[in-house]
């Protein structure tokens, strides 16, 4: 298998890093399934962009967090073949310091990052196991290795993204599969970056500068295809230096 043109669903495929990501795959001859949740007219968009540039797309909206929905859309998926790329980018922020963190905002985090990794993923294993080929790539981020002020319930939640990657990778790493972790740190394209201006760039990162959006699809890619055969259970970061 030279993982070339295989069928790849990238979650949050909507948003910034989650397009570029898609971009990337579809360059490589990929079948790529861009998802968005409320951001449906986006994640057309995306698939038109790419349909336009001649690669091969589809739109698909569910709720991560919706175990039954994300089933029903998958189930339609593997009627054609098994997906050999998942990419989960579906996450979202809710940021409060610790002593005044609601209920709600602690658990639709982690609704959305861990249970909706495990929704969106345990369909997908068993069929891209039995193809001896497969990329499982989790987006997670800085703040799930150095902590951040305001982020106790996104630290967790991509903390407990990396401790699956590291698991999983383990059980299938006998099948072809890899699994791995992406980190990225402040992101021009990112849900952080607008928080920081250019002094607090020059104070917290060592390049001085926010990453792109395609230098982090850039490691995806990488990750998703063949000469990646031999990386598996690592948390990758995408930094600039901060760590």
């Not at 986006?42 to 038109?48: I, L």
């Not at 050999?84 to 979202?92: D, K, S, T």
């Not at 999983?168 to 006998?174: I, M, P």
């Not at 890899?178 to 021009?188: E, H, L, M």
């Amino acid at each position: 298998m030279s993982g070339r043109g295989v069928r790849a669903l990238v979650t949050g495929g909507s948003g910034g890093i989650g397009a570029a990501i898609c971009r990337r795959l579809a360059a490589a001859g990929h079948f790529v399934y861009v998802h968005a949740n409320r951001h449906e007219a986006e994640a057309k968009a995306v698939a038109q962009e790419l349909l336009d540039a001649g690669g091969q797309a589809q739109a698909v909206t569910f709720d991560v967090t919706d175990a039954s929905k994300v089933r029903a859309v998958l189930d339609s998926i593997l009627e054609h073949e098994a997906v050999q790329i998942l990419v989960n980018n579906a996450a979202v922020h809710d940021d409060a310091a610790f002593p005044g963190m609601s209920a709600p905002q602690w658990h639709r985090v982690i609704d959305v990052s861990v249970n909706g990794f495990y929704n969106v993923t345990q369909p997908l294993i068993l069929p891209m196991i039995r193809t001896r080929w497969g990329r499982v790539i989790n987006v997670s981020s800085v703040s799930s290795l150095i902590g951040n002020r305001g982020q106790v319930n996104y630290a967790a939640a991509k903390g407990a993204l990396n401790a699956a990657t590291k698991a999983l990778s383990l059980e299938v790493a006998s099948r072809g599969v890899t699994v791995n972790a992406v980190a990225p740190g402040i992101i021009s394209a990112g849900m952080s970056a607008p928080l920081f201006d250019a002094a607090a760039l020059a104070e917290l990162v060592p390049m001085k500068r926010a990453g792109t959006a395609q230098e982090v699809a850039s490691l995806v890619g990488f990750l998703a295809s063949a000469e990646a055969s031999y990386i598996t259970g690592q948390i990758i970061s995408v930094n600039g230096g901060m760590i």
